[in-house]
C-alpha cells in the first residue's frame, strides 16, 4: 500500500551493481527446447525472431538482478541462416559425420576459452544443457569470468533436480547465476520476425505521442520497485537512457505502431522514459 513503508530489497542493499561487458553463447537446438518448456508455441528454428533475442536476454538477465548489456550473441547451429540480426554471429556447424552436439560442444568450448584467455568479456551468458560444460565454464571462472546459464523453471528447484537429473544439476551449479527463460520474453522469441514492410503513411504527430506514453506507462506499471529505485538512481547522475532500456523500449514501441521510430520520435520516447522514471510531469517535456 502507498501508505506503508518501502521495504528495502535485500538484493538492492547486499548486492553490489555487476557492470562490463557480457556475450551470450546460444545452442539453438537447446534454446527450442527451452522455448518449448517456456510457451504452448512449439519452436522451430525457421520460426526464432531473433532480431528480439538481445533485449529478450537483457530483460532475463534483470529478472535476477543483472543490469547487463549483451554486446554480442555467438548462435550455434545447423540450419541456414535468413535473418542476419546485427550484433549476433552465427556458428554455422556441419556435423558431417559426428553427432551435431559433440559438434557443438567443441566449438562453444573452444570460443568460451579464448574468450576467457583474451579477457574479451567480463560476463558470459551460456544456454546449453551439455554437461561437458562444467570444467570448461569452471576454468572461465578461474580467468575471472562471471558465468551465467539459460534455464527453465526447473533451475528453482535445486533440490529436486539433484535426484531426477544430477548431471543438469551439476552444470546449473557452476553457473554464477542460473537466468530464467520466462514466458512473456519466450513469446517474443518465437513470434516470427516480420518482413520489410512498405514505407509507412504518415501518422499524426499527436497520436505517435500518445501511443508513445501509453507504451511507456505500461513498461513502467511493470518494473519491480527495485528495479524502479535503481533506475532513478541511475538517470539522476547521466543523461539519456541505459542502452539495454533503450533496446527494450524500442522493440515495444515498434510492435506497438507495426513500424521503427523516427530519429526525432526516438528522441520523445527517450524523454518520456526519463520523465516517468525521475516523475517529471509530461507538461514540461518538449512539444
Known amino acids: 500500500m502507498k501508505n506503508e513503508p518501502r521495504t528495502i530489497h535485500p538484493r538492492k542493499e547486499q548486492t553490489p551493481a555487476r ?3 557480457c556475450i551470450a553463447l546460444i ?3 537447446y534454446m527450442a527446447w527451452l522455448l518449448r518448456q517456456s510457451t504452448e508455441t512449439p519452436a ?3 520460426t526464432y525472431n531473433r532480431q528480439a533475442l538481445i533485449p529478450s536476454l537483457a530483460q532475463a538477465l534483470k529478472g535476477v538482478g543483472l543490469a547487463l548489456d549483451v554486446q554480442r550473441v555467438y548462435w550455434y ?4 541462416d535468413t535473418q542476419f540480426p546485427q550484433d549476433q554471429i552465427v556458428r554455422h556447424l556441419e556435423s558431417a559425420g559426428t553427432e551435431q552436439g559433440d559438434v557443438v560442444f567443441q566449438t562453444m568450448s573452444a570460443d568460451i576459452a579464448r574468450l576467457a584467455e583474451n579477457h574479451a568479456c567480463e560476463h558470459l551468458l551460456i544456454a546449453s544443457d551439455d554437461d561437458r560444460l562444467t570444467p570448461v565454464i569452471d576454468e572461465a571462472q578461474l580467468h575471472g569470468l562471471n558465468v551465467y546459464l539459460l534455464a527453465d523453471e526447473s533451475a528453482r528447484h535445486m ?3 539433484v535426484n531426477e537429473d544430477p548431471a543438469w544439476c551439476r552444470l546449473l551449479g557452476q553457473a554464477d547465476r542460473r537466468v530464467l527463460l520466462l514466458p512473456n520474453a519466450a513469446r517474443e522469441l518465437t513470434v516470427a ?6 514505407p509507412a503513411i504518415a501518422q499524426d504527430p499527436e497520436v505517435v505521442r500518445v501511443k508513445l506514453q501509453e507504451v511507456v506507462s505500461l513498461w513502467w506499471d511493470d518494473e519491480p520497485e527495485d528495479l524502479r529505485e535503481d533506475l532513478r538512481d541511475e538517470l539522476r547522475g547521466s543523461q539519456g537512457i541505459p542502452q539495454e532500456v533503450d533496446r527494450h523500449m524500442l522493440l515495444r514501441v515498434r510492435r506497438a505502431l507495426d513500424r521503427p521510430l523516427s530519429f526525432p520520435e ?4 527517450r524523454e518520456m522514459v526519463r520523465a516517468k522514471v525521475l516523475g517529471i510531469t509530461e507538461e514540461s517535456l518538449p512539444v
Do not use: C, M
Open 19 to 21: 557492470t562490463g561487458r
Open 27 to 29: 545452442d539453438s537446438n
Open 44 to 46: 522451430e528454428p525457421e
Open 77 to 80: 547451429t545447423d540450419a541456414a
Open 159 to 161: 533440490d529436486q533436480l
Open 193 to 198: 520476425p516480420r518482413a520489410p514492410a512498405a
Open 266 to 269: 526516438k528522441k520523445i520516447l
